[in-house]
């Protein structure tokens, strides 16, 4: 669920080139000094996946503050999280919308299926639309689509696939580019390695405008609530949060737009979650 928009990046492939000379050396014959022919190098080739296209490193909104936050903010983002752990508010969606994490690449090489990012979406269209969309069978891979959770406009977070299951969030996509190539025919994705969550869009949000009234005080509770969740399960640091928009290779998301950064800002401060650089700082917070 995103906002299409006009492509205004052509990104060249310097991946074809590289694998094109590669291959090309793979044909010059090569021995070893005792003069045995060495392993052929097209084996290797072959066993690598194709890197992502020329990306900007993400710079992460939000930032570094050590110091505590609003301690009522604190209080109001903390009760969410435990609403989110008892009152679990779950929807089974259908297992064609989703799959497992792969520990192996399309090529063999082994992988770390464990989530170390999150994608940050929108519904455009009301949750109930999204919920209709998962629970339907989609045979065909293009019209397949998951996240992990989506967060209604009264801060509800309906957490739609087990986080250890790999949700098809985002297609041909990248992040600091790294990705995960899993069938050789089509290009990476960062689902692999991602947990996707999707904002419920405002009604004035429902068309392909850049910017909408944006997100409820309610939503960005539950956000920062289940943002803390996943941050502390599975040592995910702050600089690991982006956008769909930041993601996407094809130029074509914008999502989630009018995203208010500040809003998440203070309460993933008030939960302490914003000292530091790296994931060891999660475990000094309080919420540990
Ligand atoms: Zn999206």
Redesign the pocket.
Known sequence: ???DRPAVTVLASIAVIGLGAAAWLSRQPRFTAAGTPAPPQSTAVRNQAPTPPPQQPWRSPLERRCQPGSSALRLQVLQRLRQLRQNRVTVAIHPTNYGDRYSRDAFGQPLDPRPRLI????TVYGIGSAINTFVTPHPRDDDQVS?HALIGQDGTVVQVLDPEKRAF??GNSAFNRSWVVTNPAVSGSVNNFAL?V?LETPLDGEDADPGHSGYTAAQYDGLAALLADWMLRYRIPYQNIT???YV?LGGE?A??RSFDWAALEIRLQALGLLCGTGPRSLFRSPLS
């Open positions: 669920m995103s906002v994608v940050l979406h929108e996240y969030g985002a996707h999707s956008t769909h928009a996407d998301r999502d989630p």
